[in-house]
């Protein structure tokens, strides 16, 4: 799907419809119900802020492709 494959241009490759996905020290469990899909930051390095993880995620799935 369109979030899968932008997730994927980032390096990350999410296989099923839940799991957990590590990506630069960064740990997320992620889930799909129907169309939309969940993500939950579980684990990030100690020196990024939560904010500047939530903008960097929100500017991969703001991205055209």
Same mark, same amino acid.
């Given at each position: 799907d369109a979030a899968?494959?932008?997730l994927l241009k980032q390096g990350i490759l999410? #296989? *099923?419809d839940k799991g957990t996905v590590t990506?630069? *020290?960064v740990t997320i469990d992620?889930?799909?119900s *129907?169309? #939309?899909l969940t993500l939950d930051v579980v684990k990030k390095p100690f020196l990024v802020s939560e904010g500047?993880?939530?903008s960097t995620i929100r500017k991969w799935f703001s991205q055209e492709g």
């Open positions: 899968s494959a932008k999410l #296989t *099923g990506h630069n *020290g992620f889930a799909y *129907g169309d #939309t500047i993880l939530e």
